[in-house]
């Protein structure tokens, strides 16, 4: 049973916001939340990792809802170089059957 | 974070020889390391979790004696796959565990082809 849904493709254009929402109606109560951005033939990269609320930094903002069964990667004023993959996982640990990769939204950024 | 490195970066191999990828953590300690493996247009799938001095974790499905990997330092984790036929042909990528349970920082990635 996957433990995250996510949109599976998103398109938009330079300098707008986007939203990407991920759904993960049985997040655990010591599960974090963390989203990896990839482009094609190169390894995932860290994007930013919540608990509850909001958590900003110089790339991005993840917004969590109390109940934490979602979460929103917010990524103010897209270029087209922010056109790739973007994996929201949850989980406490790596391994363990915890912290899978699901199917990712592929965003695709337009001039 | 840690700056993993991966080698070779792309490898072309036949089918029925053996391949061995490197992944080494270049600036952090690395007890623990992961294996994924991603087809075309697909996800990653874990593959194995890498911890140094012991054997390795093999997630369900993953062969063991086809998926060799050896994690002799702390720098260093290694995976071969033996007798490589054409349906293994994927992306090979590897991470380092940081200090907190959740948290892990990838390297490049290996093409591997098998013709």
């Known amino acids: 049973l996957a433990k995250t849904t996510q949109p599976i493709s998103m398109d938009s254009y330079e300098g707008q916001e986007v939203n990407i929402t991920c759904s993960h109606n049985n997040i655990a109560t010591n599960d974090y939340i963390t989203w990896y951005q990839q482009f094609p033939s190169q390894g995932p990269r860290f994007i930013i990792q919540?608990?509850?609320t909001k958590v900003t930094n110089e790339v991005a903002s993840l917004f969590i809802p109390a109940d934490r069964k979602s979460s929103t990667l917010s990524l103010p004023r897209v270029s087209l170089s922010d056109t790739a993959v973007y994996y929201c996982l949850v989980g406490e640990r790596i391994g363990n059957n915890d912290m899978r990769f699901g199917a990712g939204t592929r965003l695709t950024v337009k001039p | 974070g840690a700056v993993v490195s991966q080698h070779p970066s792309w490898v072309i191999c036949k089918s029925g020889t053996s391949v061995k990828i490197e992944c080494r953590s270049l600036?952090?300690?690395?007890?623990?390391m992961f294996w994924y493996r991603q087809f075309p247009k697909q996800s990653l799938m874990l593959m194995a979790t890498s911890n140094e001095g012991s054997k390795a974790t093999y997630e369900q499905g993953v062969e063991k004696d086809k998926f060799l990997i050896n994690h002799a330092s702390l720098t260093l984790s290694t995976l071969t796959v033996t007798s490589a036929h054409p349906e293994d042909s994927s992306f090979y990528i590897c991470?380092?565990?940081?200090?907190?349970?959740?948290?892990?920082?990838f390297g490049p990635g290996t093409r591997l082809t098998v013709l």
């Open positions: 919540g608990y509850k």
């Open positions: 991470s380092v565990a940081g200090a907190l349970d959740n948290e892990q920082f």
């Open positions: 600036d952090f300690q690395a007890t623990t």
